[in-house]
């Protein structure tokens, strides 16, 4: 079984403030995903890695894939209430039928 | 439609009822995922149908859960004999054939199940 951990699993700071939330495995992907996840909806799709060492941007979010492709992080600069969210991270096998495995997830809080 | 649609939105449910719940995925979306995700926690797989046959349904979590999907439409998810175990928020998602493999999945909004 594929497991994907996050850290922390929660996370409060100040508006202004950065952070980084961190997704570990000891199995390869093919790929991983980050979704966010606001109360009452389902996950939203942010991004999608899929080299090694892969580095994307959006906005002031910025996703790391590691080069092994056994990791990821999602770092928030200047972070705002609107970035608050449940954050998962999930991971693609390409040999899987279910194809995505998904972390356990970081509530993050972001204070005005 | 222009989105996944689940339903009901919100169950309350006597523990031993049965309960069905409703997914319409996107048109053209071949794959479709159920999940369930209990309170401020990730979501745990629980069955995978690629068009109207269940490759992967190892992750439903007892004999009580079964689903069915109607060609590359509508999917009914049932609990029989509910528990109160069984309370939490159960996802729909589906992707097209190439989504699945990096464009990602889209989801419903969930049925919020409660088991009094």
């Known amino acids: 079984t594929q497991l994907l951990e996050q850290s922390p699993q929660f996370l409060s700071i100040q508006e202004g403030e950065n952070l980084t939330v961190y997704c570990n495995s000891s199995?390869?992907?093919?790929?991983l995903q980050w979704y966010r996840q606001e109360p009452g909806e389902g996950p939203v799709l942010l991004v999608t890695?899929?080299?090694?060492?892969e580095v994307k941007k959006l906005k002031r979010l910025t996703f790391q894939f590691g080069d092994a492709r056994k990791d990821s992080s999602l770092h928030i600069t200047a972070a705002q209430p609107g970035d608050t969210g449940l954050y998962l991270c999930a991971g693609v096998s390409s040999g899987s039928a279910r194809q995505l495995t998904f972390g356990s997830g970081t509530q993050l809080t972001v204070l005005p | 439609g222009a989105g996944v649609s689940q339903s009901p939105s919100n169950k309350v449910t006597e523990k031993g009822k049965d309960v069905e719940l409703r997914c319409d995925p996107i048109s053209g979306h071949t794959a479709l995922y159920w999940y369930r995700q209990r309170l401020g926690q990730g979501l745990e797989f629980l069955i995978y149908?690629?068009?109207?046959?269940?490759?992967?349904k190892s992750g439903l979590p007892s004999d009580r859960f079964s689903a069915e999907r109607t060609g590359e439409s509508v999917s009914t998810l049932t609990i029989q004999r509910t528990q109160q175990e069984d309370s939490a928020v159960y996802l729909c998602a589906s992707s097209s054939p190439t989504g699945r493999r990096g464009g990602g999945y889209t989801f419903g909004s969930g049925t919020r199940l409660t088991v009094v």
């Open positions: 149908f690629q068009g109207n046959s269940a490759p992967d």
């Open positions: 199995s390869v992907f093919s790929s």
């Open positions: 890695v899929v080299t090694g060492g």
